[in-house]
């Protein structure tokens, strides 16, 4: 079956540490995004790609870095200079079209709930 | 900037009685919607979409959502609620620019809690 994979489902960090969350994805979908999601804001872009190799911040990229080396795979890495990353974080996809249809229609992982100790 | 404005954070509805959850959004042209439904500790499903023509669109699991140009809303309906309703409901517009970066933006979402 095609879908999105997000590891690992629970991710315990101490403060100062850097971790990495990792986004694999089987529906050869050319854009990825990573969200951030905290109670009652709603989901909050922290950077996308549209393209291997290419990738664009969002509206709360600091203290986050992404990479895009291959098509089915973004990992996020959440550095120690990111004050507050205690959060749900969520993974998507989608087709990168052309024009209307399932343009913008994005397909969501199942999400890491990131806890800074 | 586009919005996307949840005026309601808690809904609370009887099994069986219906539901109608609101979105209003402010965006410079017509947007491409979305409602997305989330499980607790889950991620997010697609309920529905509106893109062009007929402005009441029909989704999943017996939800419909009306889109209104003059009133910039796109509320989601369901006529009979079941107790597996019960979850966070997120509305969300994307650009139908393709410059934009097909980002979507969000709402603060609803949670619905159904009462037996």
């Known amino acids: 079956d095609g879908g999105i994979t997000q590891s690992p489902k629970y991710l315990f960090r101490k403060e100062g540490q850097n971790v990495t969350l990792s986004c694999e994805q089987n529906?050869?979908?050319?854009?990825m995004y990573w969200y951030r999601q905290d109670p009652g804001q709603g989901l909050r872009l922290i950077y996308y790609s549209q393209i291997v190799n290419d990738f664009q911040k969002g509206d709360i990229a600091e203290g986050y870095s992404v990479s895009r080396e291959k098509k089915e795979s973004f990992p996020l890495t959440v550095t120690s200079a990111q004050k507050n990353p205690t959060a749900f974080y969520l993974c998507?996809?989608?087709?990168?079209?052309?024009?209307?249809?399932?343009?913008?229609?994005?397909?969501f992982g199942p999400g890491t709930r990131l806890t800074v100790l | 900037a586009q919005s996307v404005t949840q005026p309601d954070i808690h809904i609370t509805v009887s099994e069986g009685a219906s539901l109608e959850l609101r979105c209003n959004y402010s965006?410079?042209?017509?947007?491409?919607l979305f409602w997305y439904v989330q499980s607790p500790g889950q991620g997010l499903q697609l309920l529905l979409k509106?893109?062009?023509?007929?402005?009441l669109v029909q989704g999943i699991k017996g939800f419909e959502a009306e889109f209104k140009r003059s009133q910039s809303s796109f509320n989601l309906r369901k006529p009979s609620v079941h107790w597996s309703d019960a979850a966070e409901y997120f509305c969300a517009v994307g650009p139908q620019i393709k410059a934009a970066g097909n980002k979507l933006t969000f709402g603060g979402g609803t949670r619905v809690l159904v009462k037996p």
């Open positions: 509106y893109f062009s023509g007929d402005t």
């Open positions: 529906l050869n979908h050319d854009a």
């Open positions: 965006y410079g042209a017509t947007p491409y």
């Open positions: 998507a996809s989608s087709i990168r079209g052309l024009a209307g249809g399932r343009y913008n229609e994005q397909f």
